[in-house]
């Protein structure tokens, strides 16, 4: 089955703290930078006490390094960076650090390539 609808807001299939977990690895590119806090705590707030959430996303930093390296041609990373509507770039760091802020405990944070997901528990 297809849902579709605007994944920033959960309103239309979840109550507030019913989630067990809410998985998103590669929805936050797709989540503009001056929104990214308040569609994190949306998402935070859906959730049960212990139930988890997994973001993630492309990391800046390691297709950065790549490029630098001639791992990467300074064309595919612009075919990464802003293919389909991507609107924000982070880094791993970043997110764990914004999640910290807003109350979650940091279970997992992993780098594939230049993909990232962090895992984290509302307590």
């Known amino acids: 089955d297809c849902l579709c609808m605007d994944f920033k807001s959960l309103d239309a299939v979840c109550d ?4 067990t977990e809410i998985r998103a690895t590669n929805a936050l590119n797709f ?3 001056s929104v990214l806090v308040d569609v994190l705590k949306h998402w935070i707030k859906k959730l049960r006490h212990g139930g988890i959430l997994i973001v993630g996303g492309f990391d800046i930093f390691e297709i950065s390094k790549a490029v630098f390296l001639s791992h990467l041609a300074v064309v595919d990373a612009n ?3 802003y293919k389909d509507g991507v609107c924000g770039i982070y880094t791993p760091n970043e997110i764990v650090g ?6 979650l405990k940091i279970n997992k944070r992993r780098v594939n390539g230049n993909e990232f997901v962090v ?3 509302r307590e």
């Not at 914004?98 to 109350?103: A, D, K, Q, R, S």
């Open 16 to 19: 507030d703290s019913s989630c």
């Open 31 to 33: 989540v503009h930078g």
């Open 79 to 81: 075919q990464i960076l």
């Open 98 to 103: 914004i999640l910290h802020e807003l109350g």
């Open 119 to 121: 895992e984290a528990c």
